[in-house]
Every structure is written in C-alpha cells, then in structure tokens.
C-alpha cells in the first residue's frame, strides 16, 4: 500500500485518560468530493476530522496522527463505551451514501485496516460504522457499504447469530446490546442502526430475521 498523503487538520486534540486507540470507526462523507471533504474536515470553523480519508480512486490522506484524538465520531457509544474519539480511529470514505465503494477505494481501505489492526492489536470486532454508535443520528457507511468483503478478509466481524421464534421487541433490544448497539435508541433508530450493519436490503416491521442476526442473551428467571 502507498503512503498516505500528508494533510494536516487543525482539528484534534490528545486523548483523553490516557486512552489509546481500540476501535475503528467507518463513515462516508455524504459530500460530492475528495477535495470539497478534506476542505470541510480541515476546516477550524466545522470542528470536524478523521484520520484518514481515502478518495474513491483510492487515493489516501492522513489528516491526523493516529496518536491525536480526531473528531470525527461525536456522541454515541459501543458496548458501553462513551466518548468514542478517544478510543477510535476515524476513516472517511468519499461516497454520498446512494451508490457502491468503489473497488480501489475498498482496496485502499483493507490495507489501511489491516495495518492499523496490527500496530494497535484492533479486534476485527472492533471495526464498526458510525451507525452503530450513533443509531437514529447517523446512518454512514450506510447500506451501499460491503462489509461482508471485510469480513471475508478477517477485518470485520458480525456478531453471531442465533434462530429465533418471534419478534420480541425487549428481546431485540437485548440482543443488540449484548452485541454492542448500547448508545440510547428508540426502537425504530435502533431496528435501522442493527439491519444498517447487518441486514441492508430488509424493510417493515420488526421480523424473527432480525433476531436471529443477533446473539442469544441468557434470559433472568
């Protein structure tokens, strides 16, 4: 993989209590360029970064260091864990969220993360969507985003699922957050944040499927 581009954001600051970088959080700027979104994130007065940013081209610019709190994330959480810009790295993907990643941007992705995963000792696990931590605010990478490629590469995971025989709603909740989803959510933000990573193409109400892409959460007597 090349070198990523040098091109300083003036937006970071140092991580918070010392913590260091644990996951990797996915997004697409919803903007029609590379340029007009390393604009926007180098920006003082958007108070917006990443990482990285990689064109669909496959061009890649490192925007932050990965030691610098980036702010890219915002509020949400992922298994109970707030303040995500201090424990993630932000990659941005120039795509506007109504079409396909281009293969030499997704090329570009899976050697970035492959590297990243290896310096900071990052779970495949550990490689979510901006949907995921934010559901009902933010819907990036959105459904166009093949995570099933990366996942046939061992940099991503989906939680295992189990058959289930209805469509519970308290057992929904409870099995997306045993696999994450823990950031407040109505149940129609949180339906769409879990079928985003898990179930793209599903619509309507709340469906057995939905469980069962979900793992199985033991149940109190």
Known sequence: MAAPIWHPSPNFGPRRDRLVPALIVLHYTAMEGA???????????????????????????????????????GHGEWHGMADINSRSLGIELDNRGDHPFSQPQMAALEGLLAGIMARWRIAPEA????????????????????????ERQGL??????????????????????????????????????????????????LCAADLAALPEVAVSA
Not at 43 to 50: I, K, L, M, N, R
Not at 127 to 150: E, N, Q, T, Y
Not at 170 to 182: I, L, N, V, W, Y
Request: with cysteine; net charge positive; glycine share 10%.
């Open 127 to 150: 490689v979510i969507g901006h949907s995921d931590m934010a559901p009902g605010r933010k819907c990036d990478p959105g459904p166009r985003f093949d995570w099933a490629r990366l």
């Open 35 to 73: 340029e007009a979104a390393l604009a926007r994130l180098c920006d003082p007065g958007a108070e917006v970064s990443c990482h990285y940013l990689i064109g669909r081209d496959g061009r890649l610019w490192q925007l932050v260091a990965e030691e610098m709190r980036a702010w890219h994330a």
């Open 156 to 205: 991503a995971r989906r939680p295992s699922g189990v058959a289930a025989g209805g469509a519970d709603a308290d057992q929904f909740r409870a099995r997306a957050r045993a696999a994450g989803f823990t950031a407040e959510a109505g149940d129609a933000d949180l339906l769409q944040a879990v079928r985003l990573r898990l179930r793209p193409w599903a619509a309507g109400p």
